[in-house]
């Protein structure tokens, strides 16, 4: 492990941990991302109350990050706890920019205080999340299922292509299912632009190439060969599988009507491409 | 002979964790890792900065809100007339439910009378909304008012 990461640099190993942090952080974080009174408690509630309540996220970050299985990162000497405590709740705040303006929950001219108040309250689990992402994804980024490497040494590449099939729909349903009755996303989509819709889907990748990779890909225990083997068609296939699973989900929740316009169905797919993105790509981890 | 386990366990887990507090101390930090770290601390401060300026300027007024239409960006769709409102808060705290009435009487003694809510109007925020008539509203007398609307 050690011999592995000395390899591939330094830079490339705080880009791991970066990367499994904001792995740990969205999978928390998507369902309070996708909950209206997240946003308004970012508008109403008064900046040095949201402030303190980012403070406390810090010090959990930090108290997990102590621990053996908390944290993002491999140490949990006190400076190495505080700085993941520090880069934590750095990656919650640049997280939450990120998403809020994807979603447009927040736009150049919309008045400061807002705009703060939106992206610390949605920092603060982002922030936890990074915090469990060792919990989620193992110490050392390995898979935690227990027995996986005897199993997958026997695995033909079909069997794994359906094993991970199986996990992506799984994982998307779990997240997809939880957040596809709410009126967010209706709400989310009535918003979204030609633009925001791109953005949209270009994170919803880079968060699958994020979990994806964070949850062991380049760790070299996955050596079968199959469509999903890859990393790049692992996250583009999933994705696909994710918006599937979405679209089906909108159906079964009765969210569509015969002779909706077909850009709104579009935009909601999307919308909840996103979470179910999320799940798939995380799915791989609960199954 | 179960505490006997347990207590072992633990006692692995400790030495493990000193040993790798022992060997972080040696190998010192990446350049990659003070650059994050750096990052990290700087996004902080201006996030504190941010919010110090926010207070100190942005005051605690309640919510003052006006409304005003916009006839230069009306629209006229088959039967209806489109005329865009807009509506500002000009104090500090969010007011909510802003419910925004609007009454246009016809030179013919007709009247007719519109009305729209926004759900939040941030401190300093300008939104727009629409009132939707069957006259034109610049053939009459037209009058705008914000109704309501909650603060905490």
Known sequence: MQQRQGRSGSWGKELQDILRAVSGGFIFATPLLYTMEMWWIGTTAELWKLLLFLGVATLITFALARSRSGGFKNETSRFASLEQAVDGVAVGLVGAVIVLTVLNRIELGDPLGSVLGKVIVQAVPLCIGAAVANAIFGPHGERSRAGEESEGEGQSAREAFVADFGATIIGAIFLAFSIAPTDEVPTLAAELDYAHALALIVLSLLLTYSIVFASGFGTGQHEQQGPFQSPLTETVLAYLLSLLVALVSLALFDRFEWGDPLGEMVTMVLVLGLPAAVGGAAGRLVV | ?152
């Open chain 2, 1 to 152: 002979m179960t505490t006997g386990d347990a207590g072992g366990e633990s006692g692995r887990s400790r030495s493990e964790e000193e040993r790798g507090e022992a060997g972080e101390g040696q190998r010192g930090r990446s350049a990659a890792e003070w650059t994050t770290l750096a990052v990290s601390i700087v996004l902080i401060l201006g996030l504190l900065a941010l919010v110090t300026y926010v207070s100190m300027t942005g005051g605690d007024d309640l919510p003052i809100v006006e409304a005003r239409p916009l006839p230069a960006e009306m629209r006229h769709e088959g039967e209806s007339y489109y005329l865009p409102v807009e509506v500002t808060n000009r104090g500090g705290r969010t007011a909510e439910e802003v419910v925004v009435e609007a009454e246009l009487a016809g030179r013919d003694g007709s009247s007719e009378a519109s009305e729209f809510t926004l759900d939040f109007l941030a401190g300093g925020e300008t939104r727009e909304g629409t009132a939707v008539f069957t006259a034109d509203p610049s053939e009459g007398e037209l009058t705008i008012d914000v109704a309501s609307f909650q603060s905490s």
